[in-house]
């Protein structure tokens, strides 16, 4: 899978800016790193047409050594082996598996548990871990940072049907039934295909790239 150029020459050089912010003691040091993350912005603005102050905001608000960020996301099943889908209220109400950014001081499946509840009512299980892919190399538009994405396989144990402020309806599918309008951003129609392999035969490895 190949993505735009511009894209990874900005988050390298975003990267290096904020790892040299975070390490500089010279000021001359630190002058040139944030005119690095300038440059870095104006580059990711002119390929992504977002405004470029929205963009070095973005930018300034990362401190730190830079790392990729962490999704979870959950492939809840039912007892009819249909997935959980939601509508993301800030994707124009299209549908994708729960989920969302990693919290701190939760683990991994904490988060993902949570994640199932705040958006859709349910309980859940997370019985495995079925993939960790990476954002650009799965062929999702593109990001302003580096993001991996753990899906796990969850089976239902309770609750009920809930929206919240970020989701505006929750349904079940089969592998035949999977809308169309899926958040793109958030996940793929191969992506779910794939959840559906992998519940199908939990012998399955986990998937990486």
């Known amino acids: 899978m190949t ?6 020459w900005a988050r390298d050089l975003q990267a290096l800016a904020q790892s040299g912010l975070t390490y500089a003691e010279s000021p ?4 040139r790193y944030e005119s690095i993350r300038q440059i870095a912005a104006d580059m ?9 102050e929205r963009v070095l905001g973005l930018f300034s608000q990362q401190d730190g050594y ?3 960020k962490i999704v979870v996301r959950a492939a809840v099943f039912d007892d009819r082996q249909r997935i959980l889908l939601v509508r993301e209220v800030l994707d124009h109400d299209r549908w994708t598996l729960p989920g969302g950014w990693a919290d701190v001081n939760l683990s ?7 994640e199932v509840r705040e958006e859709s009512g349910y309980d859940v299980r997370v019985t495995r871990l079925a993939a960790v892919w990476d954002r650009d190399r799965q062929g999702h538009p593109p ?3 580096s993001c991996y994405t753990l899906y796990f396989i969850c089976e239902l144990t309770g609750g009920q049907a ?8 929750i349904g079940w599918f089969g ?8 958040s793109m951003g958030r996940v793929l129609p191969h992506q779910i295909a794939r959840m559906f392999d992998h519940v199908h035969d939990p012998a399955l490895p986990t998937d990486f790239d």
């Open 28 to 31: 001359f040091d630190r002058e």
């Open 143 to 145: 990001a302003p940072f």
């Open 66 to 68: 830079a790392t990729p």
């Open 162 to 169: 809930q929206t919240s402020v970020e989701t505006s309806e």
């Open 44 to 52: 990711m603005a002119a390929g992504s047409s977002v405004d470029m």
């Open 175 to 182: 592998p035949d039934e999977i809308p169309a309008d899926l």
């Open 108 to 114: 991994p499946v904490e988060n993902v548990v949570k």
């Open 3 to 8: 993505f735009p150029r511009w894209l990874t």
